[in-house]
């Protein structure tokens, strides 16, 4: 790529498109607000509204006054800022191949995706619920499992399919080692970092999940997740990008800075599985 083939539009859905392949659990998160993006310190405002009354009904017999629903409002605040900036000389861009600012935006795009992915494993402090296993085995991994959603479903959390499990590479190997048929199909497979689903639940496995391993010797306390996927808000943009011509090199650069927030919307709705596992 040269500078002057460098159009900013282009390179931005590239970026956008390889962000989405790397995510788990921004993926995993709703991610359709009102309201723009322009700078750090931005707010999202997340429109709900109240529970809806039911009430018996009597053949002949006016109904009460409409219900006047009340509205909520909570804010997201973009308070995350990350860039890059990278450069590939003349000299190294004539011996390589065509695609090689192509690979570097890739290996970009996985490194802000695993910026944004930590950031939301890192509100775990904000489930409505916790379970927590002591020591996790093979033989009691799943029973946790089951015990996270049974919280959700007490919730009100009725559809399966709208739950998502994320653990770390350590607890996964945990339950592949339980031996469950881990049901899956051609949609989960298509899933970034998805193995399957227990009881519709499906599983994802991410090396950002959090890890505490101070507060017991020898054991670390991976801080997974079981949740919808409203539970966690996500608000993302990339505020710019731009090429340019070092005034000390031979070499094409290219900068960018992206925004995003996270915030905990429906506790209710995340469960927190602090899981120990032996060293």
């Known amino acids: 790529m040269a500078i002057t083939n460098f159009i900013p539009t282009i390179w931005s859905e590239t970026l956008y498109t390889q962000l989405d392949k790397q995510y788990i659990a921004v ?17 999202v405002r ?24 009340s509205d909520t409002v909570k804010e997201l605040a973009v308070d995350q800022a990350k860039y890059f900036n990278f450069q590939i000389d003349d000299i190294d861009k004539a011996q390589c191949t065509p695609k090689l600012m192509d690979a570097a935006m890739k290996v970009a795009a996985n490194a802000l995706a695993n910026e944004a992915d930590a950031h939301i494993f890192g509100l775990y402090s904000d489930a409505g619920n916790t379970v927590k296993v002591e020591s996790a085995t ?14 959700l479903y007490e919730n009100n959390v009725s559809d399966a399919n709208d739950v998502v499990i994320e653990v770390s590479p350590a607890v996964a190997e945990l339950i592949l080692k339980a031996k469950v048929n881990l049901a899956t199909d051609n949609t989960a497979a298509l899933e970034n970092g998805c193995i399957g689903s227990i009881g519709g639940c499906k599983i994802f496995v991410s090396n950002n999940i959090v890890a505490d391993s101070e507060s017991v010797e020898g054991t670390t306390f991976y801080k997974c997740m079981a949740r919808t996927r409203r539970a966690i808000a996500f608000a993302e943009q ?27 919307v429906y506790s209710g709705e995340l469960v927190l599985l602090d899981i120990g596992v032996a060293n």
């Open 27 to 43: 993926a995993n998160s709703n991610r359709e607000f009102e309201g723009e993006i322009k700078e750090k310190g931005s707010v």
């Open 46 to 69: 997340i429109c709900g509204v109240g529970e809806v009354a039911v009430s018996d009904y009597t053949k002949n017999t006016d109904m009460s006054t409409p219900q006047s629903l």
């Open 138 to 151: 093979e033989e009691n991994i799943i029973d946790a499992l089951i015990k996270a959603r049974t919280k």
């Open 238 to 264: 990339l505020s710019e990008i731009n090429a340019y011509r070092p005034e000390k090199r031979f070499a094409d650069a290219v900068k960018g800075l992206y925004l995003y927030g996270a915030k905990v």
